[in-house]
């Protein structure tokens, strides 16, 4: 879910009145583009094909207070402006209604989040519930649950290491956030310095091995989420390959791409 940005929205009104001034004025003459052919129906002007494109943007932009706003009211506003016109809001009652709206969405933005969070926090804790009792899962005293994939002989990183390591990072849906297969290099990680189910299950795997994580949500990124990636209270699974212990020689190879 993309945060709604109040400011943002409110700058988008503004971007509405160049929109609107365009074409509100009849008078100016077209501008006539080589590039611009009869075949675009009803944009035969370099200028109407540049308000129409703004338009859209404009429509993609404001589209999180589509229902906030009546398109109608703006564009009299904007066009009484332009026209120099008297305002019907002086400067400190659009101060007063900027605050308000700004507050409004403000505290929608809350009261979504809060919900969101409810409804991940008992999806992740059924779905958590059912899985324990399949057959090669293990769930800590914590609530996190692994499954072994490929065991190892090698050492076991402490809490202060630093170790390199192949994941990939989904949600319970199976939709992929993150994956380091896809990138040139496996990522170092310090066991002290992340969330605590991945430093929980990094200590128990041996170099080499490969577990497969089911991580509740207060052992991931609790109800703060990750803005713009992870949704609050989302419980989380991760597939992950230790390569490495950084300063601690290693026999094992390096296997990128690896999905056993």
């Not at 932009?61 to 109608?72: L, Q, S, T, W």
């Not at 994580?213 to 597939?239: C, D, H, M, S, T």
Request: charged share 20%; hydrophobic share 45%.
């Amino acid at each position: 879910m993309r945060p709604v940005a109040p400011v943002n929205l409110l700058t988008s009104f503004l971007a509405l009145a160049l929109l609107a001034s365009c074409s509100a004025d009849k008078s100016a003459p077209p501008v006539q583009s080589a590039a611009v052919g009869a075949h675009i129906a009803g944009l035969d002007t370099e200028r109407k094909q540049v308000s129409y494109m703004v338009g859209l943007d404009l429509a993609k932009n404001m589209a999180p207070i589509k229902d906030e706003v009546d398109i109608d009211t703006v564009m009299q506003a904007m066009r009484s402006a332009q026209a120099g016109e008297k305002s019907l809001l002086s400067e400190a009652q659009a101060g007063a209604v900027r605050q308000r709206f700004v507050e409004h969405l403000r505290l929608k933005r809350e009261a979504e989040q809060k919900a969101l969070a409810a409804k991940n926090l008992q999806a992740g804790a059924a779905f958590l519930a059912d899985h324990a009792g399949q057959a090669g899962i293990v769930t800590t005293a914590s609530g996190l649950q692994y499954q072994v994939l490929r065991d190892a002989k090698g050492g076991k990183p402490k809490a202060t290491d630093t170790v390199r390591v192949n994941y990939i990072g989904t949600f319970l849906n199976g939709a992929e956030f993150d994956n380091t297969y896809k990138t040139s290099h496996a990522a170092s990680l310090v066991l002290n310095q992340i969330v605590p189910g991945i430093a929980e299950g990094l200590a128990l795997m041996p170099v080499g091995s490969k577990y497969k994580f089911w991580i509740p949500a207060k052992l991931a990124y609790g109800e703060q989420g990750v803005r713009n990636a992870i949704e609050p209270n989302a419980a989380l699974i991760y597939e992950i390959e230790l390569v490495e212990i950084a300063g601690v020689p290693s026999n094992q190879p390096e296997q990128r791409g690896a999905r056993d």
